[in-house]
């Protein structure tokens, strides 16, 4: 039984930063690309970040140029996203997907998703 559990989110004022974590099991984690998408309150879900299956490439959406960072580790079965400088607009739920064909941050190439975790940021 394959799973994703993200986690790492919650309440942060602007201007702040979170790390969010992505597990992996029930498949091999080394051969996926993994990506992070978000969906914002009456929007549809986005595409933020992905990182391919040995990490030497990222692709990060126009939306987080330079705030945020991908990243995975392959002993712990666990991909991170590090959010700094965060805004309003980036509260969302976000989700973990992966992919055993490409890294985008399309969702149509996602093979298996997580639940998402909320990430919300407010003074």
């Known amino acids: 039984q394959w799973h994703l559990v993200e986690s790492g989110g919650g309440l942060v004022q602007p201007g702040g930063s979170l790390r969010l974590s992505c597990h992996v099991s029930g498949f091999t984690f080394d051969y996926y690309n993994i990506g992070w998408f978000r969906q914002a309150p009456g929007k549809e879900r986005e595409g933020v970040s992905c990182?391919?299956?040995?990490?030497?490439?990222?692709t990060n959406a126009d939306s987080v140029p330079g705030r945020f960072i991908i990243s995975r580790d392959s002993v712990k079965n666990t991909v991170f996203l590090q959010m700094n400088l965060l805004k309003s607009e980036d509260t969302a739920v976000y989700y973990c997907?992966?992919?055993?064909?490409?890294?985008?941050?399309?969702?149509?190439?996602?093979?298996?998703w997580g639940r998402g975790t909320l990430v919300t940021v407010s003074s």
């Open positions: 997907a992966a992919s055993n064909s490409s890294c985008s941050l399309y969702e149509s190439g996602m093979d298996y």
């Open positions: 990182i391919s299956v040995n990490g030497d490439r990222t």
